[in-house]
């Protein structure tokens, strides 16, 4: 399998109602979303969530090492911090798909 291009990604730009492109911070394109049949706002809300999957990648695999780490010692007050911090970015991560 290959490897995906590196984020940030970004919605770069929206023609007509229906495509949406999604850009690599080097500008390349990455993905096009195309809305066939359904509400014409879900199109840009579909491309949200595409071009936050390096964020939501990233933030996954933080909160999953943080809930290991309080896991394996809960008592640990770096275990206890990193766990927070990675509940937060999370949650960020989230809020910029679904706002």
């Not at 291009?5 to 096009?32: F, K, M, N």
């Not at 509400?39 to 290991?68: F, K, W």
């Amino acid at each position: 399998m290959g490897t995906f291009t590196p984020g940030p990604w970004h919605v770069a730009e929206q023609r007509d109602h229906y495509d949406v492109v999604i850009r690599s911070a080097s500008d390349l394109p990455i993905a096009a979303v195309y809305l066939l049949g359904h509400d014409e706002d879900a199109g840009p809300a579909h491309a949200r969530l595409i071009a936050e999957a390096p964020l939501l990648l990233a933030s996954h695999r933080e909160l999953l090492a943080a809930v290991e780490g309080y896991l394996l010692d809960p008592g640990s007050l770096p275990n206890v911090n990193r766990l927070t911090a990675a509940r937060l970015q999370a949650r960020a991560a989230l809020v910029k798909v679904d706002p």
